[in-house]
T-cell receptor, first 113, second 112 residues
Framework: AQSVTQPDIHITVSEGASLELRCNYS??????LFWYVQSPGQGLQLLLK??????LVQGIKGFEAEFKRSQSSFNLRKPSVHWSDAAEYFC???????????FGAGTQVVVTP | DSGVTQTPKHLITATGQRVTLRCSPR?????VYWYQQSLDQGLQFLIQ???????AKGNILERFSAQQFPDLHSELNLSSLELGDSALYFC???????????FGEGSWLTVV
């Protein structure tokens, strides 16, 4: 079955430390891949996306993600976390241009001083 | 600001009532999507419209309906509301390629 998995429900990281959020997908072909962020009480903001080409993609707010076909993964990273990065992060998959965007369960990130 | 506008931002209503959520897509976007976010179900796709026509249907209850108007704005109608319908309802839109979807800030619905 097609699925998107975010193995970590909750991550706590110290301000200034690096952050990596995991995402794995299970689809027949490589889908379009996205990361969205939802700050408390806010909507979903698109951080970055991968369609094809360079497997390391840069996004907004200093985030990047790496696509690894062999591992069916699309992990999100940030070298140095700021307190404002505390939010819930969703990996999402679009099977094709006109499919349904399917979301993972989300990873809640808490940033400590 | 994604450019997708949703109203109202918050809504409290009683069980059995009917509400309408409104969405204006980004300028030029022909596709509109509706998603429901709840604690137990996560983010669930409800329905998609493209240029006024229903394009795809997800886990949308029969008590819910949507439409997209000629000016491309969309409305999600929720009727015979139950406590379990309390959720954050997102509208999203995309352009002709359909492969990048931008979300609004959502409409918080509380059914009491």
């Amino acid at each position: 079955a097609q699925s998107v998995t975010q193995p970590d429900i909750h991550i706590t990281v110290s301000e200034g430390a690096s952050l990596e959020l995991r995402c794995n997908y299970s689809y027949g072909a490589t889908p379009y891949l996205f990361w969205y962020v939802q700050s408390p009480g806010q909507g979903l903001q698109l951080l970055l996306k991968y369609f094809s080409g360079d497997t390391l993609v840069q996004g907004i707010k200093g985030f990047e993600a790496e696509f690894k076909r062999s591992q069916s993964s699309f992990n999100l990273r940030k070298p140095s976390v700021h307190w404002s990065d505390a939010a819930e992060y969703f990996c999402a998959v679009l099977p094709d241009s006109w499919g349904k965007l399917q979301f993972g369960a989300g990873t809640q990130v808490v940033v400590t001083p | 600001d994604s450019g997708v506008t949703q109203t109202p931002k918050h809504l409290i209503t009683a069980t059995g009532q009917r509400v309408t959520l409104r969405c204006s897509p980004r300028s030029g976007d022909l596709s509109v999507y509706w998603y429901q976010q709840s604690l137990d179900q996560g983010l669930q796709f409800l329905i998609q419209y493209y240029n006024g026509e229903e394009r795809a249907k997800g886990n949308i209850l029969e008590r819910f309906s949507a439409q997209q108007f000629p000016d491309l704005h969309s409305e999600l109608n929720l009727s015979s509301l139950e406590l379990g319908d309390s959720a954050l309802y997102f509208c999203a839109s995309s352009g002709n390629s359909g492969n990048t979807i931008y979300f609004g800030e959502g409409s918080w619905l509380t059914v009491v």
